[in-house]
């Protein structure tokens, strides 16, 4: 439960991050971003994978670009849905889902399911191997 609290703030930063870096996104406050970060969430879990499997044909021609389109396009319906939270354009609702998607996959690189930061500890063994 921690770490789900976790990466919701950290989303919902990279929500604030991408308004500050990509022109045509705003977000009017703190909290909008939590809810946006919410609602992407959401977005994310249940319809993303309806449409990704929809659309897997056309997503095996352009090479998996289209899933860059298809995170612009959750991002444009979370801005539909709420208030103090606007994406003005297509192009910047691709190149906000892109900086979203990035932080979210770090992140979660790095943080366990307990909220806890992981790190993998490599040393050479005796035959001069990483292990």
């Known amino acids: 439960m921690k770490g789900i609290l976790i990466r919701w703030i950290i989303?919902?930063?990279?929500?604030?991050?991408?308004?500050?870096?990509v022109e045509g996104i705003e977000i009017t406050g703190f909290?909008?971003?939590l809810a946006g970060a919410l609602i992407l969430g959401i977005l994310n879990t249940f319809i993303r994978p309806v449409?990704?499997?929809l659309t897997l044909p056309l997503n095996v021609l352009?090479?998996?670009l289209l899933t860059f389109i298809i995170n612009g396009l959750m991002l444009k319906i979370v801005a539909s849905i709420l208030k103090g939270f606007e994406v003005q354009g297509f192009w910047p609702a691709v190149w906000g889902a892109l900086i979203i998607t990035i932080i979210s996959w770090i992140v979660n690189l790095f943080i366990n399911s307990r909220?806890?930061?992981e790190y993998i500890e490599m040393k050479k063994g005796?035959?001069?191997q990483w292990e």
């Open 11 to 21: 989303n919902a930063g990279a929500l604030f991050l991408a308004a500050h870096v």
């Open 31 to 33: 909290f909008p971003a």
């Open 51 to 53: 449409v990704l499997i």
């Open 62 to 64: 352009t090479l998996g």
């Open 115 to 117: 909220g806890r930061i």
């Open 126 to 128: 005796r035959n001069g």
